[in-house]
């Protein structure tokens, strides 16, 4: 059957596209069945058709507790088998996260748990880090605490800034969210006791995506 995947967008939306790529590539068996965004004007939104598309300025609402219940009501009623943060900024409170708890996903640009929130291109650069990179991990109430699905790496080369760094990487995120999104969408990804079970086998460290695209099974523990 196919996977019913909703989108948290806060942005322009390049890895939601990502997405509807592989889906019209035949490489993602899934539909994205609405895109959300706690800000009204993101380029994101424009992406999708207007009945798939669901806003809500949240500086409208009393607290992060009323948007959140707002949104989740409105990705309730989509029913999707899994909730994906492509560039979502705001923080999803504890509620948010165990109402649909084992089914969120993140990407994140660093090899978490290294630089979790912003600014991650240039604190892997200030710490003379040799290689960057980012994770999709499950979504938990910590900050970019989940566990780590799989990670991409890149090299940091001799003159790099935080501008040059970020777009070097961007493609290669794009990659990391499609695989990782097909692993989902083919059911054979799930989380138990905080850890990722992969075809019903714990994941002891993250999956790495190699030269070609795939995953590497051999980080199976």
């Known amino acids: 059957m196919t996977s019913r995947i909703a989108v948290l967008v806060s942005g322009r939306g390049s890895n939601l596209q990502a997405l509807l790529d592989a889906i019209a590539g035949g490489r993602l068996d899934a539909e994205i069945v609405g895109v959300f965004s706690d800000r009204p004007d993101a380029a994101a939104l424009q992406r999708v058709a207007e009945p798939q598309r669901w806003s809500a300025d949240a500086r409208g609402f009393p607290d992060r507790n009323a948007f ?5 009501d409105a990705l309730a009623a989509c029913a999707p088998d899994w909730i994906f943060c492509a560039g979502y900024m705001r923080i999803l409170g504890e509620a948010f996260v165990r109402r649909f708890e084992g089914r969120v996903l993140n990407v994140h640009p660093s090899l978490l748990p290294r630089y979790k929130g912003l600014h991650t291109h240039a604190r892997a ?3 003379g880090d040799a290689e960057h990179g980012a994770s999709v991990h499950f ?16 090299p940091v080369l001799p003159g790099d800034t935080a501008d040059t760094l ?5 493609p290669q995120e794009h990659r990391l969210v499609t695989e990782v999104m097909a692993l989902a969408a083919s059911g054979r990804l799930a989380e138990r006791d905080g850890q990722v079970q ?6 002891f460290k993250p999956l790495l995506l ?12």
């Open 166 to 170: 970020a777009e070097r990487l961007l």
């Open 139 to 154: 979504v938990v109430p910590e900050l970019d605490s989940g566990a780590v699905i799989a990670q991409v790496r890149i």
């Open 210 to 221: 190699d030269s070609t695209g795939v995953l590497d099974p051999g980080s199976r523990g």
């Open 125 to 127: 650069l200030r710490a």
């Open 68 to 72: 959140d219940a707002a949104l989740g």
């Open 198 to 203: 992969l075809d019903g086998q714990t994941l």
